[in-house]
């Protein structure tokens, strides 16, 4: 059973949209939740959450992080081309010391259309 | 600076093959991380260690895949023998000690065993 769900899979809208991608998680001891933006290259790093309700915003992208309910969602308004890729949510464990490995999720692709 | 590097960029190889994989981490760093990337199971982590010590390769798929790390500044990751089923993306990355919050990933080595 997947620890990290992404939703939708995928998602095509048109420039000027606004979406909002999802990520739900069902871990034992988490840390954070992290998103990444992956074009044809390697993820670079978006946000780290920690705590609940608090949005963390980067230009057109926000994201915020519901720990009761355990999920966090990303916003992006006024897409544009570029804001084409897979975004992928990753969560973080506590393993008692040192950097921790990270589960993800598969991933939304999604593709902003002229 | 010059960022994670990995090598090759490219493999193509048949299968029965050995593979290595190779990782230099950003100096100072003291974590690095193996991924595979491929469609159908998005990015999964392998292995990571800390310190130059495996601390979880949980996520190694069989006994055909091993990686070390004999110094700071070098990781390999090998697979003998490689398959077909082999074939993905496989990305490191690394994690300076007082900011756990973000991992620097490398551009990838594409692979593909026929």
């Known amino acids: 059973e997947d620890k990290v769900v992404q939703s939708p899979l995928s998602l095509v809208v048109h420039e000027g949209d606004t979406v909002t991608l999802n990520c739900s998680y069902e871990?034992?001891?988490?840390?954070?939740l992290l998103w990444y933006k992956q074009e044809k290259k390697a993820p670079t790093f978006l946000f780290m959450l920690?705590?609940?309700?608090i949005e963390k915003k980067s230009g057109r992208l926000s994201s915020i992080l519901d720990k009761k309910e355990l999920f966090s969602i990303l916003n992006i308004t006024a897409t544009q081309t570029g804001d084409s890729a897979v975004y992928l949510c990753a969560v973080e464990e506590y393993s008692g010391g040192g950097a921790d490995g990270l589960t993800f999720g598969k991933g939304t692709h999604l593709i902003i259309q002229p | 600076d010059a960022g994670v590097i990995q090598s090759p960029r490219h493999e193509v190889t048949e299968m029965g093959q050995e593979v290595t994989l190779r990782c230099k981490p950003i100096s100072g760093h003291n974590s690095l991380f193996w991924y595979r990337q491929t469609m159908m199971r998005g990015l999964e982590l392998l292995i990571y260690f800390n310190n130059n010590v495996p601390i979880d390769d949980s996520g190694m798929p069989e006994d055909r895949f091993s990686a070390k790390m004999p110094n700071a500044s070098f990781s390999t990751l090998k697979i003998q023998p490689s398959e077909p089923r082999d074939s993905a993306v496989y990305f490191c990355?690394?994690?300076?000690?007082?900011?756990?919050?973000?991992?620097?990933f490398g551009p990838g080595t594409r692979l593909t065993v026929l």
């Open positions: 871990v034992t001891n988490f840390r954070s």
């Open positions: 920690t705590s609940s309700g």
């Open positions: 990355a690394s994690t300076p000690p007082k900011e756990r919050d973000t991992q620097y």
